[in-house]
């Protein structure tokens, strides 16, 4: 099978040191000012879903706030989704 990052449409032209979409991405070391993935997040969980990528092409923080949210009774994410649609514009 071929490694998720190389199922990147940006895979060939990409220079981020880290790839969500790499199953070593922990091994990786990022120093500041490096560039960052740019693929949306949405895409890249898509890529990583099907396979055994443990974040699923998500970065760290976004692991922790899916989990966090997968959490949640449905009750509770209807009331955090009201709460926010005073804030988010309407199209």
């Known amino acids: 099978m071929t490694e998720p990052m190389k199922q990147c449409p940006r895979f060939d ?8 979409l790499d199953p070593l991405q922990d091994q990786r070391m990022y120093l ?3 560039p ?7 895409k890249r969980y ?5 396979t055994d990528l443990e974040r699923q092409g998500l970065t760290k923080r976004e692991r922790i706030s ?5 959490s949640l009774t449905e009750a509770e994410k209807a009331r955090r989704i009201a709460k926010t649609r005073g804030f988010l514009p309407v199209r």
């Open 36 to 42: 960052k993935c740019t693929l949306s997040k949405a």
């Open 66 to 70: 899916k989990k966090w949210w997968d």
């Open 32 to 34: 500041k000012g490096e």
């Open 46 to 50: 898509k890529l990583g879903k099907g």
């Open 13 to 20: 032209r990409c220079s981020a040191p880290i790839c969500p």
